[in-house]
């Protein structure tokens, strides 16, 4: 894996499209697991120019609802609404583990969203959005071929870099909140 640097990493996980019309809750509850496993980079779409971790192929992690939260969201059409979503909480890092050393939920903005920060050996910032195009039904017990969508900035080299991945959400339990 090529680095070029990285003190700050910027994770989000999200069910894009899952809250378009007030009222909207993503439908999960705090405590539920879900576990992300990487099927494919898909190559359609990605343009990566920078040096930045890579998830592959049976890359597997876990995510956890956390507490719901209610937000203003706008749907760009003159529309607005509140959403309720639950961010995804973490004791550890998920996945690049070599680079990241702390998490924090982000359910303000994304359905299991997920800040990380950490650092690599050269101190190039890194950030990273993640995005879960599909929204995970109420009940369902698989999302298969959703897509997740990381675009990265590198702060040592311009612009950014647009990673994309096939992916199969399990959702396995729910974990009393508390």
Known sequence: MLWT?????????????SCRRAPCDDGLQEG????????SHTTAGSSCQAHVPSL???????????????????????????CISHGAVVDTPPFAADALTSCAT??????LGLMCTGADPSGCALSVTALINSEIPVGAAIVD?????M??????????CLQLYDVRIDRLDVTPAG
Not at 67 to 79: L, S
């Open 5 to 17: 640097a990285a003190p700050a990493l910027l994770i989000f996980l999200s069910g894009v499209g």
């Open 32 to 39: 539920e697991r879900f576990q992300v496993t990487i099927l």
């Open 56 to 82: 592959a192929a049976g890359d597997v992690f876990t995510l956890v609802a956390g507490p719901a939260v209610m937000t203003n969201k706008n749907y760009g059409d003159g529309e607005s609404g509140i």
């Open 106 to 111: 982000d359910a303000k903005h994304h359905q």
């Open 145 to 149: 071929h959703a897509v997740l969508w």
């Open 151 to 160: 675009t990265w900035i590198n702060d040592c080299e311009p612009g950014s």
